[in-house]
């Protein structure tokens, strides 16, 4: 069998691509409406949206990029994974309820829409929408790249193949991409995101047994190697150090709240209540597919630190890496097929997020109008994105985690106060929503522009996060509140 | 009244990151390339692909401090954010002590693993090469897993016992349907007009 290895794993990733293409046709006849292109509708279960939920931030980030900061920098790469825990409590906490309500009473069809009922102002909805649009081409791009770098590593392995560019896999990949998500939307991608949420658990878990069965030691043999290569690799803070650990942590965490392709899926459940079990399930899939993460990560680190594998010239390439030399070939496939599941489902949040921004919000909220046969242009705006990133993620020199951390913090930076503390503050008002926002983003862009490194590479994103909550919080004490629709000023407090 | 804990969490944060930021900063705090050329950047690299953190003590030892001060209150700021998301003014109050009692409850212990973690990394300054191990990690490490990421799972399990009493009571999902019936009927009546 392991002579058949490539073909074997070609055909997995080759069937889950067909049933994506079908799948995709499948919703392309059941989007009948931007409602449906954009919220599925909103009669979703809660296995749906839960699978929804975990797929969506988990993604290329956590099934490349995650094991590859772990081979990087050690434990380090474990805080971004183990802050979601208390991230999604934060995030149920305060929006599981409201959101889903409020998109319930206002007929929303996106977060920017939600800020507009929320604080009765277009321009803050607006600015919302402009402000969402920088973390969808990052994050985006994310999920290109990790695509990409995984189908080349992939063909490298057959003679036939070993010939096809970087340049080819990027195109080849946003193609798919973009096929998928312009026929289908929002229906396709919360279906398949079922499928693809087991795949995930599914692959994982064999990941798991594979990954401690690499060595006869197991984890224990792993962790002593590591250890007397670099004892504090294996300590909680690894190589990136405490302040640094406890940064990310902060924006990673505190974050999650203001992750548009997370909180999206909130509004889209068929009854408010459901939010209940959302939760548990959420989180419950997460960690499990989260084993992927850890087990690549320390297996990969220890195997290269203990000369059993050669030094791997990107640190990207550890899950693909792992696969292709530690796996069955099978395990492989599916685990492939996993890994270009969770990064389709949240390609395809992000697609539909940035086109629903571009087509159905920026023309209603800050222009009041409506843009005539919204469904083509919103397939057009579609294309149109998927491209940029792909270019975006063609030139970016960050590692896809380092690069999706920044695509979370902007995205943290825009949302978190304006959404999650504004729908559960009734003192806020549009300007402190407006000017936490703008202040967040100067701080950001300051940092990130000027080459700065903080203290103790303190994350510039938990930095602007501080900036764009403190702003928000002594804005809206100090200026009158506004003016809301009585029912939604009800709502806040329900 | 209302504002002071919000007032005090972000007051302590900002001087958390102050403190951290006019801390000394030792050269090999954030860890370097691996002492090893070929695995620091090995042919085709671009740039260092593995990095080693180092010795612990001597990295740490100076902003240990102030690191523990801006960890404590950030998990006890999400602690208070989380029993923020609980108010509803339809809450069921004659189980309200049991409930907030538990809800603290789970913040301490939460915390309190911060805590642990960092002392059982600390205690293994002296014998960096022999640490101790909890299950197949260094005590620290799996605290880290156990404490860190498996603690809020509290706050999880009283989301779900205590949803229908503090998160989204039978009262206040009526009072939605209402509001949302009444907004139906006044769009209706507009369009009528019109």
Not at chain 1, 17 to 26: D, F, P, R, S, T
Not at chain 1, 127 to 150: D, E, R, S, T
Not at chain 1, 335 to 351: H, N, P, Y
Not at chain 2, 139 to 152: A, H, N
Request: charged share 10%; proline share 4%.
């Amino acid at each position: 069998m392991e002579g058949y290895r490539s073909f074997i794993v070609f055909g997995c990733i080759l069937a889950y691509m067909a049933m994506c293409i079908g799948v995709g046709i499948w919703a392309m006849r059941r989007t009948k409406s931007t409602s449906d292109f954009f919220m599925a509708g909103r009669h979703l279960g809660v296995f749906v949206t839960s699978a929804a939920v975990f797929a969506s931030t988990m993604s290329g980030f956590g099934f490349v990029g995650g094991p590859g900061i772990a081979y990087k920098s050690g434990t380090s790469s474990f805080w971004m994974m183990i802050s979601i825990s208390i991230g999604m409590c934060i995030m149920f906490f305060l929006l599981g309820k409201r959101l889903r309500l409020l998109a319930g009473l206002t007929n929303s069809l996106s977060v920017p829409e939600i800020v507009a009922s929320r604080y009765k102002s277009n321009r803050t909805g607006g600015l919302m929408a402009i402000a969402l649009l920088p973390g969808v081409f990052i994050y985006l791009a994310v999920q290109i790249k990790a695509m990409a770098v995984v189908l080349f590593d992939l063909l490298q392995d057959l003679d036939w193949t070993r010939s096809v560019s970087l340049e080819w896999c990027f195109i080849i990949c946003c193609s798919v991409l973009v096929f998928y998500c312009v026929t289908g939307g929002m229906v396709a991608s919360v279906y398949t995101d079922f499928i693809q949420g087991i795949i995930m658990i599914g692959a994982a878990l064999l990941v798991f047994y594979a990954a401690m069965t690499t060595l006869d030691g197991g984890f224990t043999e792993m962790a002593q190697i590591i250890t007397q290569d670099d004892p504090e690799s294996m300590q909680p803070w690894g190589t990136m150090g405490m302040v640094s650990c406890l940064s990310i942590y902060f924006i990673m965490a505190f974050g999650v709240c203001g992750q548009p392709h997370v909180i999206s899926k909130l509004m889209m459940t068929r009854k408010p209540e459901d939010s209940r079990h959302l939760l548990p399930l959420s989180l419950a899939g997460f960690i499990l597919s989260a084993i992927l993460w850890v087990s690549i990560g320390i297996t990969m680190r220890a195997v290269v630190v203990g000369d059993f594998h050669l030094p791997l010239s990107d640190a990207d390439q550890a899950s693909s890496a792992f696969l292709t030399q530690y796996a069955h070939p099978v395990l492989a496939g599916v685990v492939f097929a996993g890994l270009f599941a969770a990064i389709m489902s949240t390609a395809d949040s992000f697609l539909n997020i940035g086109a629903a921004a571009v087509v159905h919000d920026l023309p209603k909220l800050m222009f009041r109008r409506v843009v005539k046969n919204e469904l083509f242009w919103a397939r057009v705006m579609t294309v149109l994105i998927a491209v940029g990133a792909a270019l975006i993620a063609y030139f970016a020199e960050d590692t896809v985690a380092m690069l999706g951390v920044m695509g979370w913090s902007a995205f943290a930076i825009a949302f978190v106060p304006t959404v999650a503390l504004g729908l559960n503050w009734r003192r806020a008002n549009r300007l402190g929503a407006e000017l936490s926002v703008l202040s967040g983003f100067i701080v950001y862009s300051l940092i990130f522009f000027s080459g700065t490194e903080l203290p103790f590479r303190f994350h510039p994103g938990a930095f602007s996060l501080l900036v764009t909550v403190t702003v928000f919080f002594l804005v809206s004490l100090a200026t009158p509140p506004d003016t809301i629709e009585p029912d939604v000023e009800e709502l806040l407090e329900l | 009244m209302k504002y002071i804990p919000a007032f005090i969490i972000l007051l302590l944060l900002w001087g958390g990151i102050l403190w951290i930021f006019t801390t000394n900063h030792p050269s090999d705090a954030l860890g370097y390339p691996h002492v090893r050329q070929e695995l620091a950047q090995p042919d085709g690299a671009l740039k260092t692909m593995m990095f080693q953190g180092g010795i612990g003590r001597d990295r740490h030892i100076q902003v240990a401090g102030a690191g523990l001060f801006f960890g404590v209150v950030t998990l006890v700021g999400f602690s208070l954010l989380i029993a923020w998301g609980c108010r509803s003014k339809n809450s069921n109050q004659e189980i309200a002590a049991f409930f907030w009692n538990l809800m603290v409850m789970i913040g301490i212990i939460y915390v309190g693993a911060f805590l642990m973690m960092v002392i059982a990394y600390q205690s293994s300054w002296d014998y960096p090469f022999e640490p101790h191990y909890l299950g197949p990690f260094p005590v620290g490490t799996t605290l880290m897993f156990l404490g860190i990421c498996g603690v809020p799972v509290g706050f999880i399990v009283l989301y779900v016992l205590f949803y229908k009493e503090f998160i989204l009571p039978a009262k206040s999902l009526a009072r939605f349907h209402a509001l949302v019936e009444a907004r139906q009927s006044a769009k209706s009546e507009t369009e009528d007009v019109s």
